[in-house]
């Protein structure tokens, strides 16, 4: 008599089984070693799949790595999401996996599923991150935020021209949507805290006023004159933010030392200013003015330029830290010149990153893009602060690019097959002295023009629409013929 004995092994796996099985090993590690980088910075709770809806199952592009594959978009050379892709199948050729069924389409359909409150909150927690490894920028202790805004451009589609539209001088389709965005960066780490978005009729001022939560109460704003008005400097006064601000010669003449209040030093005075006269066309509601006070006492530094290379001479900032001897003059404009180091942060984000122009279609898309580009930012600013504080170097002086680079070579070797947790601890204790090795020459005073020796090729600006121009030119060759 013969007895059936219950085989003990799993139920044997379809061909298409086990393709799926090998997909997902490959999803699961071709971008771990970007999160392997920044896992202390990112954590994974916040990338993991939803309970339902969309990045609830488990696909090739998961949530989380669609957002490294995001991710390393901003941080390439190239930046395209053909490249990902080539990242992705190469991989799989180094696991001996074959080919991997995936195309452009389904990694861009994958993006459209990351929510903007999802990259949101990312954002936010790089943010508060780096808030937390901030230590005291000024002698006595005060965080010192750095606010400006800047001019970005989109892909030229209906959508994206609905929400932020060209410049009217331009003819239809020959110009770009053209994008504002104002933001807060920290003086200390250089990392991005906040920002706002509009579009050309949205005025600094405005999207400035809306992070105003960033701040708390002991900061110190840093800002250029565009910043410089009553409402603004008593609207930071009552949260407890004191201001540092360049004086607008066009709209306010400065303070003479008759009409000062009282002289503290050389060029160093309290001056009064009024409340003034509310109009329709002021940028505050009528309920706004009524609470401001009658008049506000602030100080007047005048401050001599003795480097070359600056377009004045002499300036005037206007602060309400108004005591001489905790703050003194010389220190203040210290502080001031300092201020340029946002107009630095804006080209490691536009030039060295990539941001002038964005790729999205769509202005939901765009806004994904965007936020994506701070995260990878921060991140960066992250590693610089991580590596500084490791070789025991300063922060700001280390280059950004070389950062970058650095992350770039490194990255393909962070998930080599084989490789043990010691030799990825050692290969990231190695990259963090890379990072610190690239330290900027000290170059005080240098003279910069903003000029470029290189000539643009000699075509024609497209003055309309491009199938209007190609008509243009196909009669003009067809002339030329028959003559």
């Not at 202790?141 to 539209?165: C, E, F, Y």
């Not at 001088?169 to 965005?181: H, I, M």
């Not at 050309?200 to 110190?220: A, N």
Request: charge should be positive.
């Amino acid at each position: 008599m013969e007895f059936h004995i219950q085989t003990l092994s799993k139920k044997r796996r379809t061909r298409q089984q086990v393709v799926a099985g090998k997909i997902a090993e490959t999803k699961a590690k071709s971008f771990r070693q970007l999160s392997g980088c920044f896992r202390k910075f990112i954590p994974k709770k916040l990338l993991r799949p939803n309970e339902t809806g969309k990045n609830s199952r488990n696909r090739i592009f998961s949530k989380e790595t669609t957002f490294w594959a995001f991710f390393s978009q901003m941080i390439n050379a190239d930046g395209g999401c053909a490249e990902v892709i080539t990242k992705l199948r190469a991989y799989a050729a180094l696991k001996r996996q074959g080919s991997m069924p995936v195309s452009t389409g389904s990694y861009c359909k994958a993006r459209t599923h990351l929510t903007e409150e999802e990259v949101s909150e990312i954002f936010r927690h790089t943010s508060t991150v780096l808030q937390e490894r901030e230590q005291a920028a000024t002698p006595q202790g005060r965080r010192v935020i750095v606010v400006d805004g800047t001019g970005l451009k989109t892909a030229d589609t209906a959508a994206n021209q609905q929400v932020w539209p060209q410049q009217k001088q331009q003819e239809p389709g020959c110009g770009f949507p053209s994008l504002r965005v104002c933001a807060c960066f920290s003086l200390e780490t250089g990392g991005i805290l906040s920002y706002e978005i509009g579009n050309k009729k949205s005025h600094e001022l405005r999207l400035f006023r809306k992070q105003l939560d960033v701040f708390k109460s002991g900061d110190i704003s840093l800002t250029d004159k565009m910043f410089c008005n009553y409402f603004d400097l008593w609207n930071l006064k009552s949260r407890g933010v004191d201001s540092v601000v360049t004086l607008p010669a066009l709209k306010r003449k400065p303070v003479t030392g008759s009409s000062a209040i009282k002289k503290l030093g050389e060029d160093d005075v309290l001056i009064k200013w009024k409340k003034p006269v509310w109009n329709k066309k002021s940028a505050y509601t009528r309920q706004e003015w009524e609470s401001l006070p009658a008049e506000q006492v602030l100080r007047q530094i005048k401050v001599e330029v003795k480097g070359k290379g600056f377009r004045v001479e002499s300036f005037y900032i206007i602060t309400t830290l108004l005591d001489p001897i905790e703050y003194p003059a010389e220190e203040l404009a210290e502080l001031y010149f300092r201020r340029w180091e946002v107009e630095l942060n804006f080209d490691d984000l536009k030039t060295t990153m990539g941001m002038d122009e964005l790729r999205c279609k769509t202005p939901a898309m765009v806004r994904k893009e965007l936020m994506m580009y701070f995260i990878a930012y921060n991140a960066i600013r992250w590693l610089i602060y991580e590596a500084a504080r490791k070789e025991k170097v300063e922060p700001l002086r280390i280059s950004f690019k070389g950062a970058m680079q650095s992350l770039r070579q490194w990255e393909p070797h962070l998930n080599q097959p084989g490789i043990t947790r010691i030799q990825k601890r050692q290969l990231i204790e190695e990259l963090y002295r890379s990072v610190a090795g690239n330290i900027v020459p000290y170059r005080p005073n240098r003279k910069e023009p903003r000029c470029i020796k290189r000539r643009p090729k000699p075509y024609q600006l497209l003055t309309k629409l491009r199938g209007e121009m190609e008509e243009i030119e196909h009669r003009s060759k067809y002339r030329a013929k028959a003559a």
